[in-house]
């Protein structure tokens, strides 16, 4: 059974930094596709970043493509997703996301079959 659990978020002030962690379990990653996703209250979900599991593939929206960065550890079964430059409107539940059928990585949370529970990420002005 897939587990996605993420961490890391918080209260930060505008301009501050977070990390992100999702660690992955229950299974073996091989080529799998990991994403974040975030949603702000009363907004739909909204691509952040994916990245495949092995290879160096990333893809980062391009409201954050110059402030975040997406990466992993394999050896801890981690995808990573830094925040840096922070907005209040980067605030929103950020979730982790996995899929093992994507031959490229996916904006579409639909493509997703694994998530999270989501972690709170608010940014204060």
């Known amino acids: 059974q897939v587990q996605l659990v993420e961490s890391g978020g918080g209260l930060v002030q505008a301009g501050g930094s977070l990390r992100l962690s999702c660690a992955a379990s229950g299974r073996t990653f091989g080529n799998a596709v990991m994403g974040w996703f975030r949603q702000a209250p009363g907004k739909e979900r909204e691509f952040v970043a994916a990245?495949?599991?092995?290879?160096?593939?990333?893809w980062l929206a391009d409201s954050v493509k110059d402030r975040f960065t997406i990466s992993r550890d394999n050896a801890k079964n981690t995808v990573y997703l830094q925040m840096n430059s922070l907005m209040p409107e980067d605030t929103a539940v950020y979730y982790c996301a996995a899929d093992w059928v994507l031959t490229a990585l996916s904006s579409l949370g639909g493509d997703y079959d694994y998530w999270g529970q989501g972690t709170q990420v608010t940014v204060s002005s």
């Open positions: 990245i495949r599991w092995s290879g160096s593939a990333t």
